[in-house]
Nanobody, 124 residues
Framework: QVQLVESGGGLVQAGGSLRLSCAAS????????MGWFRQAPGKEREFVGA????????YYADSVKGRFTISRDNAKNTVYLQMNSLKPEDTAAYYC?????????????????WGQGTQVTVSS
């Protein structure tokens, strides 16, 4: 089993920044992908971005490209989501997840383990 714990959410003004963390424990997979998703009230959970544990390759949704950055600290088994230039439409619960899917998974169905989520609210 893999346990994921997100932290770092909160309330920020538009244009501001936040950094989310996702600490992983339990069974780990060197070839896995760590993904970030978000879900706003009444909407589907959507892909934000992801990073490969091995090699650090990243991929982002168009809506966040250039504003969000995913990084990892392998020694701490932690992945980060740095969010800059935040907009009110970024308001959502943010979830990290682990996928053992080969390639770069962008569908939530490709992810095997999920954290409990952390709320991000961007005020205008």
């Amino acid at each position: 089993q893999v346990q994921l714990v997100e932290s770092g959410g909160g309330l920020v003004q538009a244009g501001g920044s936040l950094r989310l963390s996702c600490a992983a424990s339990g069974r780990t997979f060197s070839s896995s992908t760590m993904g970030w998703f978000r879900q706003a009230p009444g909407k589907e959970r959507e892909f934000v971005g992801a990073i490969k544990w091995s090699g650090g390759y990243t991929y982002y949704a168009d809506s966040v490209k250039g504003r969000f950055t995913i990084s990892r600290d392998n020694a701490k088994n932690t992945v980060y989501l740095q969010m800059n230039s935040l907009k009110p439409e970024d308001t959502a619960a943010y979830y990290c997840a682990v996928s053992v899917f080969n390639g770069m998974p962008i569908r939530k169905s490709n992810y095997n383990y999920w954290g409990q989520g952390t709320q991000v609210t961007v005020s205008s």
